[in-house]
């Protein structure tokens, strides 16, 4: 294969951008990265704005008002929406550890436990094939299994287990969480296996030269190295638990407030056309996100997510 | 040891059962939620004959293409240029960012700048473009770590001798990374094929699938959208198998590559590197 040799139409153009290398940079850089740049931030930082504005009809009319946060947060307006505010941090946080303690576990497992094996690898990409499903239809399947006449209470009622259908199966906080877990699983367990898979080998057996059981080792080498990881997964959960609006309607429930989170105030103040409010939920929500990503790298520093 | 192989056996069933679940119930000929007593396609010869539902299917799987096509080009591009470029850290943080932040946001942010500002009706352009945006992440990802394989001595030999950079990579680039690319592709074309948080807000005239089971299931649960749940499952699955597939393709294809140019030196050296990153207890020899 003689790689001097031209041939086909692209030889022209590849002898031009030889001789303009920064062009072709350009050209392969730029349409991804202004797509992103104008798809997702100029939006998303309009949000901002938007939530200062106030709404005729159908259309945002630029101005300067924070009612919209006032309306949100219940400063002389009922304060409903705050209690669900709060009762969804409250779910948030509680889902992130149950989520971090069973995560970590399974990281654990795939990362150390199995080093070396040849089962480790497939068995991560298992925990990944849920993602690639439809999470709404992943949502509905728990609701079938949950539900009065549901898998499980119809196989306890089967055998003999239980007389009368449980009914806080369904239409929960509990549902809500085995719903949540299932989605977000996956997201706990990718960062902290890869911070995982980084620890080198020599330190885990130096450890064990030096005396240390292996609940030493887990406590004193590896939870503090994948610290960074950790959190990196607690800040997807955290931040997917905020912005979650089908778990809440299809598993949660309307009597212990559970069926409507903030991400379905967002909803409903968009089918109201409240822009501005739906922008200022959604504001709280973006820059709790950004607080956190923030907050991590000024721990971590942007290089580590070049390592991670 | 076995309490936690049970432990992680129970979690791996955890996360499997809802998807698989879905497939049982399309084949249950009472239509009601319950372990199979039979077996019917009794359920997707309604889907089959409901309009509505196979005009979503027609859409959605456009709609998959159409993203497949655009995303994997862009990340493809990206990649290359991500290489090239010193400000890699500010590169990657803008490409995966979108993956932390709620999609239901970014898809009312979007409509809202597509609507209100640009006058645009929605469309199946404004849903293609969050499809886009939620699928060029993972795209980036895939590609940018198959190419992590590719042996820059390699490249630079063909370099040396006169190809040109297209050339260079056209020949022994993209025969490598070929794989990764394709994988991407189908990655692409799955994540599009379920997206529906992005969609919620941006969807133009009719449904695609997730956005058709929404509205029925605010309504009612019906048993043929067990089996549209269980084909778009079906489908997934598959093309996520033939895509993990390709990636292990990634590894050996390089391997092959190397193992044909390189001289025995460099293979030691190899050899060696690998001997080094065993199991915790056994070290090095």
């Given at each position: ?32 990265l202004?797509?992103v740049v104008f798809f997702v931030f100029v939006p998303l930082a309009s949000i901002f704005a938007w939530s200062f504005w ?10 300067f008002s924070t009612n919209a946060y006032a309306e949100f947060l219940g400063v002389?307006?009922?304060t409903?929406r705050a209690e669900i505010f709060l009762k969804t941090l409250r779910i948030a946080v509680s889902q992130t550890l149950i989520a971090l303690v069973?995560g970590f ?71 809500v969480?085995?719903?949540l877990l299932?989605t977000y699983l996956p997201f706990m367990i990718f960062p902290i296996?890869l911070a ?28 503090p190295?994948t610290l960074p990881g950790m959190l990196i997964g607690s800040i997807f959960v955290f931040v997917g638990v905020l912005g979650d609006s089908?778990v809440p ?11 409507t989170l903030i991400a379905n105030l967002i909803d409903?103040a968009v089918?109201?056309?409240?822009y501005p409010l739906a922008a200022a939920i959604a504001s709280i929500i973006l820059l709790t996100a950004i607080g956190l990503i923030l907050g991590w790298e000024r721990v971590f520093g942007l290089k580590k997510i070049g390592e991670i | ?86 400000f890699?850290t500010i590169v990657i943080a803008i490409m995966i960012l979108p993956i932390f932040l709620p999609g239901l946001i970014q898809g009312f942010s979007l409509?809202i700048v ?19 945006l939620w699928?060029?992440p ?59 948080s992005r ?87």
């Open positions: 294969m003689d790689a001097t040799k031209t041939s086909g139409p692209f030889d022209r153009l590849a002898e031009y951008f030889a001789d303009h290398p920064r062009h072709l940079f350009y050209l392969q850089i730029l349409p991804p202004l797509f106030s709404v005729q009809g159908n259309r945002l009319i630029p101005g002389g307006y009922p409903w069973v576990a399974i990281a654990y497992f795939v990362g150390i436990k199995l080093r070396g094996s040849k089962y480790a690898l497939p068995l991560l990409l298992l925990f990944a094939v849920p993602f690639l499903t439809s999470y709404l239809l992943r949502t509905l399947s728990w609701h079938v299994v949950l539900q009065t006449q549901g898998i499980i209470n119809s196989a306890l009622m089967a055998l003999g287990l239980i007389k009368v259908p449980i009914t806080w199966l369904i239409f929960s906080e509990f549902a969480h085995i719903g299932s296996w995982m898979s980084r620890i080198d080998s020599n330190v885990l057996a130096a450890s064990a030269d030096l005396g240390g059981t292996p609940k030493d080792t887990l406590f004193r080498v590896v939870i190295l089908v309607q299809i598993l949660g429930g309307p009597t212990d407030g559970s069926g409903k089918s109201g056309q409240q | 040891m076995t309490l936690w192989k049970i432990l992680v056996a129970f979690f791996v069933l955890y996360i499997l059962m809802p998807p698989l679940l879905l497939v049982s119930i399309s084949f249950e000929p009472s239509g009601f939620v319950r372990p199979l007593t039979g077996f019917t396609f009794h359920w997707y010869d309604v889907m089959l004959r409901t309009r509505g539902l196979m005009d979503a299917l027609f859409k959605s799987i456009i709609l998959a293409v159409l993203t497949m096509v655009i995303t994997t080009f862009l990340a493809l591009n990206a990649a290359l240029g991500y290489r090239k470029t010193r890699k409509s597509l609507g209100q500002f640009l006058g645009m009706q929605r469309s199946i352009w404004t849903e293609l473009a969050g499809h886009v699928a060029l993972f795209a980036f990802l895939v590609i940018l770590t198959s190419m992590s394989v590719v042996r820059r001595e390699t490249v630079l030999a063909a370099l040396d001798l006169g190809a040109n950079e297209w050339r260079a990579f056209k020949d022994i680039e993209y025969p490598i990374i070929k794989p990764g690319i394709t994988s991407a592709a189908i990655f692409s074309f799955v994540l599009s094929f379920n997206e529906f969609t919620y807000y941006l969807q133009g005239i009719g449904p695609t699938i997730p956005t058709y089971v929404w509205n029925k299931i605010t309504v009612a649960i019906t048993p043929e959208i067990f089996a549209l749940s269980a084909l778009t499952v079906i489908i997934s699955l598959s093309l996520i198998a033939v895509a993990t597939v390709y990636l292990t393709m990634v590894g050996r294809v390089a391997e092959e590559v190397t193992k044909q140019e390189t001289p025995k030196g460099l293979r030691i050296l190899r050899r060696r590197e690998k001997a080094s990153t065993g199991s915790a207890l056994v070290g090095n020899q």
